[in-house]
Each structure stands twice: as structure tokens, then as C-alpha cells.
């Protein structure tokens, strides 16, 4: 049974914006934080930014802070992804995971993992 779902992925041209989205379950959003993962050719995957279930608080690697952001609409079920003034090397895919705890930006202890979506910035 599927429990995450990502979706919004896409080619952009450099500047460009794109919003991710990550469609849970209800039961997975209420009892799990969220995580942002995204692994490039060749290179290992890299989480980049979390979301606390208790607080709401986020994290973010420097290499996205203050271009990305990530936000949770629990009435949807949805954690989005919203990625602007995007870069070459944000090129990637890019995967939301569920788990126990946010260590700084990283989701640790993954329980749940969707099957990804593709960015790629390009002109």
C-alpha cells in the first residue's frame, strides 16, 4: 500500500520556481515528522529540509535556505515543497520520507518513503 505520494516535479529553466507536493496518509502525517530528500547522478542522496509533527518547526540545509521552503496542510494531508530561484545543481530527485526525528535538516529513523519525483533545471 502506498503511504507517501510526490508529485510537482519537472523541468525548469534557471530562476525558475516549482512546488513539490507529498501526499500522505492521514495516520502517517499525525504521528510522523516530514523530510525532504533529493540524490543527483552519481551522488549520494542528501536530506535538506524537515518538518516536526509536534511543532511545526524547519530545517534547512544551507545549500536551499531562503529558496526553499517547506509547509504542511494537514487538512490536505500534503506536505509541499515550494522551491524558488532554482539553481543547475538543484537538479535532482527529489523524495519526501517520514520518520521519528529531524536531526537540524535531515529526517532520521524513516519509517515511510515515496517513489520520488524528478527536477531538473536547465535552460
Known amino acids: 500500500q502506498v503511504q507517501l505520494v510526490e508529485s510537482g516535479g519537472g523541468l525548469v529553466q534557471p530562476g525558475g520556481s516549482l512546488r513539490l507536493s507529498c501526499v500522505a496518509s492521514e495516520s502517517i502525517l499525525e504521528h510522523n515528522n516530514i523530510g525532504w530528500f533529493r540524490q543527483a547522478p552519481g551522488k549520494e542522496r542528501e536530506g535538506f529540509s524537515c518538518?516536526?509533527?509536534?511543532?511545526?518547526?524547519?530545517y534547512y540545509a544551507d545549500s536551499v535556505k531562503g529558496r526553499f521552503t517547506i509547509s504542511r496542510d494537514n487538512t490536505k494531508n500534503t506536505v509541499f515543497l515550494q522551491m524558488n530561484s532554482l539553481k543547475a545543481e538543484d537538479t535532482a530527485k527529489y523524495s519526501c520520507?517520514?520518520?521519528?526525528?529531524?536531526?537540524?535538516?535531515?529526517?532520521?529513523?524513516?519509517?515511510?518513503w515515496g517513489q520520488g519525483t524528478q527536477v531538473t533545471v536547465s535552460s
Open positions: 518538518t516536526s509533527r509536534t511543532d511545526g518547526s524547519t
Open positions: 520520507a517520514a520518520g521519528v526525528f529531524c536531526s537540524h535538516h535531515t529526517l532520521m529513523a524513516e519509517n515511510y
